[in-house]
């Protein structure tokens, strides 16, 4: 019966039907009984007339209407009825369709009237209430709370309010019988967490007798769909690490030794080598990885990533390194490029923009095993790119890469190679386990030695000359400085206008011949950018003006000045990365955010926990509390987090009590064979054909 096309429901029919599908998403019997009410109304109490101050906010009452008369002239016309009951009279008032209320209501008949209280001329009254017929059924109130549910203006047009889906709602409940709603979670797991039985909570989550039968209606819905979710993520990763087949790497062998004895330089820290140790693990027993390994922008993920390249080659196998800008690729080829100098390992660069005989040169190098490890953009994943043994991948800051473009690594080889996926956004826990709960994850939490936590400070436009003094005091000492402009889509006429009259004041701020400027943004011509990025790269210029462009991977260890202006139009994780860019030398780096003089609430809230703390994972989990879980970068392309009730952040304990249920339940019975699991088995099969989470890797 549930899945019944809406249009057969009692008041629905054709036209209502596809409203309810365009608008908001109601298929079917089953979607109706999900679209859950947003709040409810209090209609279980009746007030008495005399103990009304004015300052309620919704009041019901009893009695007779014992007068009505037409007021006002021309536009100003309305219908005023006097209402009594056994203690006082009020007005009740249409300014609106006063006409139709004038033929409808009759004196001297007994009605329940609801609505919103109003003093006018010091006098309260109701304005345009809500008018029941009294019936022995509510002559004491109503018997539950009345939910509210969302509409849209498309669908009031058509008769259909908040009111009117409601009834359809109580029409459908009318019809079904408990046993059609059928229990999805184990009786143990009910009784641990004392949550109601399903088909009670469908009930009551739309009839509830009171507020407390609504909480526990809401708590059991909000559990199955984290529970549901949590299972589902768990399944992948127990499937993945009982069938995924994978290279055995089963050697570290001369390169690696070599490498790690002769060449590293500097010490790992006990995170790169408690990481570097789960991969080693991950590798050796014949499973493919997927390994998710976050850490703050300058802990030493690239490291990780160039030893676990050198495990691969000493057990026969290729690498490659995929970052999402060209920049990056190019930083990332220098850097391993000059860490493997001295040894016999033979790295390339691919990238879009290499052409003709140098692409040729390489993709041969690729396919007869000549070339070792390759680092590149997505143009890695072209078909025209084939490796002789690809046995590692490693997708860098993979929120920019779709979920699609992952898969097409796992082709590159007859087993799919074993997957790094590295970031420098650090992704709050709650959030890390609803999305990338399949994947293993390892965090790198400690910084390499010898960097100084960058200093943070927030200065507003008044102080502008202070910090060009400062910015001028560093360039003098031999540093160099960036001044970052915000970019957005929906003002960019304005932000180049802005980032061109920044550049503009920066020059008279810094004239040459003394300073050098190199100044980056997104419409200038690929090689230009380039080259004044270059400039940067190698100390040519001294200060460089740029847009977002360099919010991802530019590493200049002499740059140790970050002005950010307009700091209140950046979420805090983007500022977090932009802060990453300095303090990647050995020198006490700066980070100066720039505002104007008022600030709204959020941005102050921001920029105190920037100046507060240089912890990623605090900044991340903040930053998720001010804009929503559904902002975070990578989570929209997940699809995931469409809870229609559950919300991964008020609702943590529920998340993680799904969580421990969900492994528990898994870890004794995977293929949910036990008698006490079929129900949960049964919801699963035929929720699979409805799902998205095959696709995500």
Known sequence: ???????????????????????????????????????????????????????????????????????????????????????????????????????????????????????????????????????????????????????????????????????????????????????????????????????????????????????????????????????????????????????????????????????????????????????????????????????????????VALLSMLLAKDNGFQACLMAPTEILAQQHFKGLAELLQPMQVKIALLTGS????????????????????????????????????????????????????????????????????????????????????????SVIDEMPPGRKPITTVHRTEFQRPQVMDFIKEEVKKGRQAYIVYPLIEDSEKMDYENLMKGYEEVKAFFPEPQFYISMVHGRQPAEMRETNMQRFVSGDTSIMVATTVIEVGVNVPNASVMVIESTERFGLSQLHQLRGRVGRGAEQSFCILMTGNKLGQVSKERINVMVQTNNGFIISEKDMELRGPGDIEGTRQSGVLDFKLADILQDKPILDAARVSAEKILTEDTDLLLPENQGLKEYLAVQRGKSQWSKIS
């Not at 019944?4 to 019997?29: A, D, M, S, W």
């Not at 019809?175 to 004392?194: C, G, T």
């Not at 690594?409 to 650090?426: G, Q, R």
């Open 354 to 441: 290499i052409k003709g005989k140098a692409r040729k040169q390489i993709l041969a190098g690729i396919a007869d095993g000549t070339i070792d490890f390759l680092v590149g953009t997505h143009a890695l994943l072209e078909k025209e790119v084939v490796f002789k043994n690809l046995g590692l991948a490693i997708a860098d800051e993979q929120h920019r890469f779709g979920v699609a473009q992952r898969a097409r690594l796992w082709e590159k080889n007859d087993i799919p190679p074993h997957i790094l996926v590295m970031t420098a956004t650090p992704i709050p826990r709650t959030l890390a386990m609803t999305i990338y709960g399949d994947l293993d994850v």
């Open 1 to 303: 019966m549930l899945s019944n096309p809406i249009e057969y429901l009692k008041g629905v029919g054709p036209q209502k039907g596809e409203l309810l599908r365009k608008e908001i998403n109601v298929h079917t019997f089953g979607d109706l009984l999900q679209y859950f009410p947003f709040r409810y109304v209090d209609r279980t109490r009746i007030d008495k007339i005399s103990d009304l101050s004015g300052y309620e906010d919704f009041v019901q009452i009893r009695g007779r209407i014992i007068r009505m008369e037409i007021v006002g002239e021309n536009r100003g016309k309305r219908l005023v009825a006097t209402f009594r009951d056994e203690s006082g009279v009020i007005d009740l008032v249409w300014f609106q369709g006063w006409q139709w209320m004038q033929k409808s209501l009759r004196e001297n008949v007994s009605y329940l009237v609801f609505g919103r209280i109003s003093v006018f001329n010091g006098v309260a009254q109701l304005a345009h209430p809500e008018m029941d017929l009294l019936t022995e059924e509510t002559a004491t109130g109503k018997q539950f709370l009345e939910p509210v549910y969302y509409t849209t203006e498309k669908l009031k047009a058509r008769g259909l309010t908040a009111k009117a889906i409601g009834k359809l709602t109580r029409n459908l409940l009318e019809q079904l019988s408990p046993n059609e709603i059928r229990e999805n979670i184990p009786l143990d797991v009910l009784k641990q967490y004392r949550l109601m039985p399903r088909s009670m909570a469908y009930f009551r989550i739309h009839l509830p007798g009171g507020e407390e039968e609504a909480h526990q209606a809401q708590r059991r819905l909000k559990f199955e769909e984290l529970f549901i979710a949590q299972i589902r993520i768990c399944r992948l990763k127990l499937k993945r690490h009982k069938q995924s087949h994978g290279y055995v790497f089963g050697t570290v062998g001369a390169s690696f030794n070599d490498f790690y004895n002769h060449h590293l330089p500097f010490e790992l820290t006990g995170a790169q080598k408690r990481v570097l140790k789960e991969i080693r693990m991950d590798t050796i027993h014949g499973r493919q990885m997927n390994r998710l390994l976050q850490g703050d922008v300058g802990s030493g993920k690239t490291m």
